[in-house]
């Protein structure tokens, strides 16, 4: 009598873990096939970009204009980001798309950490982490994206009338 109760116990489980076993391996959050939230830049937007992990010369909150894509103004939001900005390193605030191709680099080359994080609505990226490596420090890549706006951004406007 304990066989059949042993079976009907373990015969579950092991339904369960065959389906689950194609899963195996896939980081949380990491979309396996990044085409699957295809995400089209629009001809302008804007949005915030917070870069604070790693040592490198991308640090800080920046707000960041792009047009046919390319950022056509970038300012610091903190010290670390005007610092950074006064280094004049030419494209060093990527544009959505250039954080996107950066990612999926990494995923090419094996990076222990990708994941992208996309909007619900068009799938613009939100947030996107990079380690290369866990066993390395201060290699990451983390980005969150803010206030992410389509169309006239950042530029200069009227005064209000008083």
Not at 102 to 128: F, M, W
Request: aromatic letters at 4%; hydrophobic letters at 35%.
């Amino acid at each position: 009598m304990e066989d059949p109760v042993r079976v009907k116990t373990v015969l579950p489980a092991l339904v369960v873990l065959a389906l689950t076993g194609g899963c195996a391996g896939q980081q949380a959050g990491v979309t396996p096939d990044p085409t699957a939230t295809a995400w089209t830049p629009p001809a302008k937007y804007g949005f915030v970009l917070s870069s604070q992990c790693g040592e490198r010369a991308l640090i800080g909150r920046f707000r960041v204009t792009v047009q046919d894509d390319k950022v056509v103004r970038a300012e610091g939001l903190d010290d670390s980001a005007r610092r950074a900005l006064m280094l004049r390193m030419a494209d060093l605030v990527p544009t959505l798309r250039q954080l996107e191709a950066e990612a999926e680099t990494a995923r090419r080359e094996g990076a222990d950490v990708v994941e992208v994080e996309r909007d619900s609505r068009d799938a613009h990226p939100t947030r996107i982490t990079i380690d290369p490596s866990r066993d390395s420090e201060d290699d990451e890549a983390c980005y969150t994206i803010e206030e992410y706006t389509i169309g006239l951004t950042g530029g200069s406007s009227p005064s209000p009338s008083r």
